[in-house]
């Protein structure tokens, strides 16, 4: 069976605070891909970051950092100096080959929210 | 590339009515679509799979005959609710795969359905 698990549903910060994020995944798949997305108030799912199942390089992107471990089967997700516009809920997601398709499976997001 | 769009990204209807919801793909075509559903506060919950040319695959628990998926077209999916009820109140998002080969695939921004 193929499960993602964000333990946290809520968190709220202070503005420049620190932040991450946890994302575990169940898979048998040898190949899959991870992927974290941002949903704003409007709904729209916006794309962050994807890795697939072979790279385990950690990737930094401005405020954004992504700490992909296999050994422990996480894809953690860390905003640095976090901003009131980072308020929002974060999807991680797997995409394993289920069914004779690929498909999605999305965590129950966590729900950031950043005080100012 | 690689833009979804959906329409309408809202609408509200009377219960006992029937709401369609478009998916198009507008820079690449896409043989495979999928659409979701997402409740309040929820993740998103895969409903079908739709490919082009043949029958949906539906999801465990999802009623075919009241959920109607077309993909007449590499670039068109349609979702009809069927006698819509109060509790088909949701969110509703549509995904696309490129015909290419890649496995990721693309977010439609969502449509908003309310049922009075």
């Known amino acids: 069976a193929q499960k993602v698990t964000q333990a946290q549903t809520e968190i709220s910060v202070v503005e420049k605070e620190d932040v991450t994020l946890d994302c575990v995944y169940e898979?048998?798949?040898?190949?899959?891909?991870l992927f974290w997305y941002k949903q704003p108030p409007s709904g729209e799912l916006v794309f962050l970051i994807r890795?697939?199942?072979?790279?385990?390089q950690n990737e930094i992107s401005g405020r954004y950092s992504w700490n992909f471990q296999k050994s422990t089967s996480s894809f953690n997700f860390t905003i640095t100096a976090s901003q009131v516009v980072d308020s929002a809920v974060y999807f991680c997601a797997l995409l394993g080959f289920t069914s004779g398709t690929y498909k999605y499976i999305f965590g129950t997001g966590t729900r950031l929210k950043v005080l100012a | 590339g690689a833009v979804v769009s959906q329409h309408p990204s809202w609408v509200i209807c009377k219960s006992g009515t029937s709401v369609k919801i478009e998916c198009r793909s507008l820079?690449?075509?896409?043989?495979?679509m999928f659409w979701y559903r997402q409740f309040p506060k929820q993740s998103l919950m895969l409903m079908a799979t739709s490919n082009e040319g043949s029958k949906a695959t539906y999801e465990q628990g999802v009623e075919k005959d009241k959920f109607l998926i077309n993909h007449a077209s590499l670039t068109l999916s349609t979702l009809t609710v069927t006698s819509a009820h109060p509790e088909d109140s949701s969110f509703y998002i549509c995904?696309?795969?490129?015909?290419?080969?890649?496995?990721?695939?693309?977010f439609g921004p969502g449509t908003r359905l309310t049922v009075l």
């Open positions: 995904s696309a795969r490129d015909r290419r080969g890649h496995n990721e695939q693309f």
């Open positions: 890795r697939n199942s072979f790279d385990e």
């Open positions: 898979t048998r798949d040898t190949t899959y891909y």
């Open positions: 820079d690449f075509q896409a043989t495979t």
